[in-house]
């Protein structure tokens, strides 16, 4: 496998709007992100990925962009773009901006003049359909729900959208439209950005057969996926991205494509492949039934080594998948994956170390580090995300009184992220002086940065271990390259793996649930690397798990 300057990141996702506001406004900036990056420099990462900041009418929070060249003002100028690349770059620190190019705004210029008249050049940009008996083109329900095509004006057309009707799909058939999403890129890439995460990018090809299938819901709507999620041919597209811009750069490029069948990642993540990484999605709520997992942990833990460890060990024959346990799309993940009355340090930090050392590329979603929760609002309205709308009405729509739903929306809903950082208990977490876009978790007051930064026993502390054990020059190359191979599967609750190469050997071990756990124990233990408790109990070929204990170890 050719080396490549990526290989060795840990990479820290920002979600802009709510990390640090600089002016007052209430919504993060640029500057603010400027002005804590030696924040992250101390937590020892060294790329960041930066949530959309391109001109936006906000529908979609800035996944609706109105022009690919412009800094939405809410962030800044191209000045403080500018500025924070070099400070980034002083830093050692690599930049990936987010490359929305499956769809636009309705208000980006392309998509005015195409509404303007259907038989200019940018209509043939989008996808656009004559309708069929006083109905659309066919039944797909668009990702966040309802129809995916939208009717235009008094005509019999109807335009694509598989997410909200204000982000119009783009025609990637159209190679002039190729050409400027191309030449758009490597716009970016020459200001001196490490790379992008690609959004949305397994929707680029649909299939355009666009029949009406059977429905799957009380709409009469179907999720269509088969139709629109990495088509037979979509290769040809992004090896054409690949070729034209990426390539040229020496680029980072994450693609956010739930890829199912492992073999299939030989063209995302290959040699060859089009993306230097793609995330690895097994364990989300898109794959995992966990309607009633808080009854059973256990079984849930159980079902997700399974997919994970199915699809590190096929990854790992193309290369290198990338590893998260939160992004600005779920919930957050203690009170995802731990039972409420069992969120701890233990299990917080038991989450970080289950997959900060898999295979692949690990990624921090801001405020992971440092314990932040979900928080569930008393009234469907406290929320702001058109998705939790959507998705409130599509339960309501299966029968779901207002009450269920509502209790539905606080389970799974991905605003649970998007609260603003916490940085301190001072006046609004440290995040604005003026007042934040969206309600600030009350529980900043004693969950927040300042309070756990020179703290010992904190879970800032351990992910700044983390990600320095991660990145030690003595183990780095096991961690990157060594092999994967899962240990102690036998042992419900248990997720453990080695990681191992001509040189070396590392056991990660991992106890999944409250109770003690004793495992028979073979190994000689040559160092501990890390320890979320004191203590390890070893007696004899006895090692007795503590409840949500982890420990990383050296051996023989
Ligand atoms: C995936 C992004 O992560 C999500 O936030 C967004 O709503 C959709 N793509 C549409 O761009």
Redesign the pocket.
């Known amino acids: 496998m050719n080396k490549a300057w990526w290989h060795n990141s840990v990479v820290y996702q920002i979600y802009p709007k709510s990390f640090q506001d600089s002016d007052g406004d209430g919504v993060g900036n640029i500057k603010g992100i400027i002005s804590r990056l030696d924040y992250l420099k101390d937590l020892g990462i060294n790329v960041i990925w930066i949530?959309?900041i391109y001109k936006s009418p906000m529908v979609?929070?800035g996944?609706?962009i109105s022009d690919y060249y412009q800094i939405d003002p809410s962030f800044g100028t191209m000045e403080d773009m500018e500025l924070l690349l070099k400070e980034c770059k002083e830093r050692e620190i690599k930049v990936l901006m987010?490359l929305?190019i499956?769809?636009t705004s309705d208000k980006h210029p392309w998509f005015e003049k195409a509404m303007e008249d259907l038989d200019s050049d940018y209509a043939d940009y989008y996808i656009i359909k004559e309708g069929k008996d006083g109905n659309p083109p066919n039944n797909w329900r668009s990702?966040?729900g309802g129809s995916a095509w939208e009717k235009i004006g008094d005509t019999n057309k109807y335009y694509l959208h598989?997410?909200?009707k204000a982000?119009p799909d783009l025609n990637w058939e159209n190679k002039e439209l190729r050409s400027e999403l191309y030449e758009m890129v490597n716009y970016w890439l020459e200001k001196g950005l490490g790379g992008f995460r690609v959004?949305?990018i397994s929707h680029i090809k649909k299939d355009f057969s666009y029949v009406n299938l059977p429905a799957d819901g009380p709409d009469g709507l179907v999720d269509a996926w088969e139709y629109y999620k990495n088509t037979t041919g979509i290769e040809v597209f992004l090896n054409e991205l690949k070729e034209k811009t990426f390539k040229i750069y020496d680029s980072m490029t994450v693609a956010?494509a739930d890829i199912k069948e492992v073999d299939r990642l030989v063209d995302f993540i290959g040699e060859n492949g089009c993306f230097s990484t793609v995330f690895d999605f097994c364990h989300t709520i898109y794959n995992v039934n966990d309607e009633k997992w808080k009854d059973k942990p256990i079984k849930m833990v159980n079902e997700i080594r399974e997919k994970l460890f199915k699809k590190q060990l096929g990854a790992a024959k193309y290369g290198f998948l990338s590893n998260f346990i939160e992004?600005?799309?779920l919930p957050r993940c203690v009170n995802r994956f731990i039972p409420e009355k069992e969120i701890s340090f233990y299990s917080e930090s038991m989450l970080g170390t289950l997959y900060f050392f898999l295979r692949g590329i690990p990624f921090i979603y801001q405020g992971q580090e440092i314990g932040m929760t979900d928080f569930p609002k008393k009234s469907i309205n406290e929320f702001l995300d058109l998705?939790t709308y959507q998705n409130y009405e599509k339960y309501l729509g299966k029968g779901l009184t207002e009450k269920e739903a509502l209790k539905r929306i606080n389970i799974e809903c991905?605003e649970h992220s998007r609260t603003p950082f916490q940085w301190n208990s001072g006046e609004n977490a440290g995040f604005t002086s003026g007042a934040p876009w969206f309600e600030i978790n009350p529980n900043y007051k004693c969950i927040n940065m300042k309070e756990q930064e020179d703290r010992e026993n904190s879970l800032l502390t351990y992910y700044k271990r983390l990600i320095s054990l991660r990145k030690n020059e003595e183990y780095k190359e096991t961690f990157i390259y060594g092999d994967i191979i899962p240990a102690f599967n036998e042992y419900d609750g248990i997720i453990s793996y080695e990681r191992k190469n001509a040189k070396q050997r590392v056991l990660v071990i991992n106890n999944c649930s409250n109770k003690p756990s004793i495992i028979k124990f073979k190994e000689n233990v040559k160092q501990i690397l890390l320890n979320n408790y004191n203590d390890i109990v070893l007696k004899g070929k006895n090692l007795e798990l503590l409840p949500y204990q982890s420990i990383v170890l050296e051996l023989n």
Do not use: G, K, S, W
């Open positions: 949530c959309p979609d929070h996944y609706d987010d929305v499956n769809h990702i966040f598989l997410f909200t982000q959004d949305a956010e992004n600005h799309d998705a991905r």
